[in-house]
Every structure is written in structure tokens, then in C-alpha cells.
């Protein structure tokens, strides 16, 4: 039979454990829940490198045929970038070049004698964190599910390990109260 003794020391091992187990979802939901907050101010799953660069004298051309374009060429101006292998190329329009690489582009313009250079990398640890939040990967819905449900147990516990003036039946039922009045507001008085 469950005693209320027994009750409080399982109460207290349960919140404890399950506290510790959820930790670093917790700390990994709020780095990514704050990113995404922020989602129109900077991008949190990756970093854009952009430049541009001049390109040399005799690559100023009027037209540049697709079928004139030769592999050393574009090898030679992926070099001007720090890139060595390319995956294709393509001519958009008459003088111009794009070429691609693993996770790059350089779009040279010849009329101007510019080229654009944009490399995209993942954002260390956003990146991984923001694909667990937006459940990015079906089979965690379940893992997010069963996080969900360990921090409403995590909730619960807690509610009832003080007790007297400090629990939940004296003073924990107001500042839960006062808890609800931030979402309540902002819900109330959306525009």
C-alpha cells in the first residue's frame, strides 16, 4: 500500500530524474524556440557568406556560348574563390556564368567583370536543435511527444513537493494563477 510518506519520496525521485533526463531537451528547445522567435532578423539554421570579387582582364567577354566555356576555365575561376571542385555549370543568359559547387555558387557577370560568390553552412548546434523543435525529422514526433508528456510530469511533481506556506495549496496556486495572465493578455489583445 502507497503511504503518503511513500507517495512524497516517489513524488520527489520522479520529479527529480525525470528533471535531469529532460534538461538538455529543455536547454535545446529554448536556444532553438528563441531562434526561431527571431526568424525574420537572421537566419538560425544557416550562415550566408556573400562577396564579390573582380574578375580578371581577359575574362571580359561580349557573349559567352555555353559550348566555349571549358572546364579548365571554370576550374580557374572557382579558384578565385577558394573552391576546387564543381559540380556544373550553366549560362543564364549571354554573359553570364554560373557555376555550382557542393554548397556554393559563383555568378559571373563578364559585361562588369564581377562575379558573386554565396556559400551557405549549417549554423552549428541551431541547426540540429531547430530540426528537432519543427519535429523536421517524422520519427521524432514520437521522442517530441514523450518530451512533452515527461515535462507535464515534470510539472505535476513538482506542484507537490513543498508543502505548508510554500506549496502549492497556499502560495503555488497564485503564482501558477499569475502565470496564466501573460499568455491570457497577449492572446486577449491580439491584433
Not at 550566408?48 to 566555349?68: D, G, S
Not at 578565385?80 to 557555376?99: F, M, N, S
Not at 556554393?104 to 531547430?130: C, G, M, S
Amino acid at each position: 500500500m502507497l503511504t503518503k510518506k511513500h507517495f512524497m519520496r516517489l513524488n520527489r525521485v520522479t520529479h527529480r530524474d525525470l528533471g535531469y533526463f529532460c534538461s538538455a531537451f529543455i536547454i535545446a528547445y529554448c536556444f532553438s524556440g528563441i531562434a526561431l522567435n527571431h526568424i525574420d532578423e537572421w537566419n538560425p539554421d544557416f550562415i550566408i557568406e556573400k562577396r564579390t570579387i573582380a574578375l580578371p582582364q581577359n575574362m571580359a567577354t561580349a557573349q559567352v556560348p555555353l559550348e566555349e566555356i571549358t572546364p579548365e576555365q571554370v576550374t580557374h575561376l572557382g579558384s578565385l574563390v577558394g573552391e576546387t571542385d564543381y559540380r556544373t555549370y550553366d549560362v543564364p543568359a549571354p554573359g553570364h556564368l554560373k557555376i555550382y559547387f557542393k554548397d556554393a555558387t559563383l555568378h559571373a557577370r563578364f559585361f562588369d567583370r564581377v562575379a558573386e560568390y554565396e556559400k551557405v553552412k549549417r549554423r552549428p548546434i541551431f541547426y540540429e536543435a531547430n530540426v528537432l523543435h519543427r519535429n523536421g525529422v517524422k520519427i521524432w514526433r514520437w521522442g517530441s511527444d514523450l518530451f512533452a508528456s515527461g515535462l507535464i510530469l515534470v510539472n505535476l511533481t513538482g506542484l507537490f513537493i513543498l508543502r505548508g506556506k510554500y506549496g502549492f495549496g497556499r502560495r503555488g496556486w497564485w503564482l501558477m494563477t499569475a502565470g496564466l495572465l501573460p499568455p491570457a493578455i497577449v492572446l486577449t489583445f491580439q491584433g
